[in-house]
Structure formats: C-alpha cells, structure tokens
C-alpha cells in the first residue's frame, strides 16, 4: 500500500530524444506527486510536481502526465540534454502526514 | 545563504564510535527531517521532527537519536557506529502548503564511511 514503483533503473537516451519515467503507486490517499533531481554529490531537487485533480502539468522540456485510474504517473524529459544526465526520484505523500513515500531512482544518461 | 545546510559533508569513522551530524535550515520552516540513502541510491526516512515534535520514527536502530533544539535544528547522533551505516546521510525540511503541496528541500548531503 505504501509503495512507489519507479522504472527504469537506468535509461540511455541520445541527446534531442525523450526520456519517459514511469511510476505507479498503490495508495489512492496520496495526494502530491513531485519528481526529484539529483546529481552526483548532491541532494535531490525538486524538479516538478502534480496533484491528482489535473492530467498533465508541463513546466520548459519537463512534463508529468498523471493518470488516476490506472494509478500511474510519467515524467517526461523532452528535447533531453547532457546537462539533465542525473538520478530522479518520483516520490508520493498524503498531505499532513509529512511521509513521502519516493521511488527507487532512476539514472538517466544523456549521450552528446 | 544555504537553504538547508549540514555538516560535515564528509565522515570517514572507525567502528564503535560516536558521531554527530548537525544540520540547520533557514526557510522558515516548521518540519525536519532525516533520510538515509544507501549506495543503491534509495532514499528511505529516517526521522521527522514538526515544530521540535518527533512525528515520524522509522524503524530505526537506537543508535540513532535525534535531537531538535528548535525549529530551525535538527541533529543526529549515532552511537556505536557499524560498517553498515555507511551511506549518505541527508537532512531536509519542509512547509505544508495547501496550494503547492508539501515541498521537501533537501541539504547536499553527509557521506559518512565507516571502517
């Protein structure tokens, strides 16, 4: 019930291509959906977030696409650069209970 | 001006010591935290401490105690290290907000190695 299954572990994509994050989540309390960024010798940063009353929130080349039903939610990277080659982390909570619940990471590698 | 900050950022310890990673933010907010990322890169909470009150104890060993002198602070001694805790250590904070959520601001991390 309180976990967030992230894939894939790792993902290559050639510079100009589109990186897609999966996750899916089991609870249906929770209620915000952020994804993290983080790169090597630092701490994850918050990249994007979406709550469940909406289907798509896009923020520059990066965009969540939620879907309630199937309890899945996506992070698209697009147009994918060296610079965005880092470990991201979607991660679900219920508002109040301070708790997130992330997922286990994904490394993605941008080739130039 | 770091929004979360923690040291040391590096902790290379022998078995059996006690070591104290300090950890202090300055957004204001009411909620702290520790997680604990091991070398498979999974981030897994720790403790969580809202206005100096502990809300969240994971099943953690006792070694491992937390302390928040006020809002702003938040410690973590470990006694008795063992080689098993070594990963990297993060301190984080928060600030509920009904409009944006519950935004997690995460400091750069202490990389404690023990031997």
């Known amino acids: 019930q309180q976990q967030v299954k992230q894939s894939p572990q790792s993902l290559i994509v050639q510079k100009g291509g589109i990186s897609i994050i999966n996750c899916a989540y089991e609870n249906t309390a929770f209620d915000y959906f952020p994804w993290y960024q983080q790169f090597p010798g630092k701490g994850p940063a918050l990249l994007i977030a979406?709550?469940?009353?909406?289907s798509e929130k896009k923020e520059g080349r990066f965009t969540i696409s939620f879907n309630k039903s199937a309890k899945q939610f996506s992070l698209h990277i697009m147009d994918s650069q060296p610079g965005d080659s880092a470990t991201y982390f979607c991660?679900?909570?219920?508002?109040?209970?301070?708790?997130?619940?992330f997922g286990t990471g994904t490394r993605l590698k941008v080739l130039a | 001006d770091t929004a979360v900050s923690q040291t040391p950022k590096y902790l290379v310890t022998q078995m059996g010591n006690d070591k104290s990673i300090k950890c202090e933010q300055n957004?204001?907010?009411?909620?702290m935290y520790w997680y604990k990322q091991d070398s498979k890169k999974f981030l897994k909470i720790m403790f969580s401490?809202?206005?100096?009150?502990?809300?969240i104890n994971e099943t953690v060993p006792n070694r491992f105690s937390p302390k928040s002198p006020d809002k702003a602070h938040l410690n973590l001694h470990i006694n008795s290290l063992e080689l098993g805790d070594s990963a990297v250590y993060f301190c984080a904070s928060s600030q509920e907000n009904r409009g944006t959520g519950n935004t997690i601001y995460f400091g750069e991390g202490s990389w404690l190695t023990v031997v």
């Open positions: 401490y809202n206005n100096k009150e502990l809300i």
């Open positions: 979406i709550r469940p009353d909406v």
């Open positions: 957004l204001g907010h009411d909620t």
């Open positions: 991660a679900a909570t219920r508002s109040g209970t301070y708790k997130y619940i």
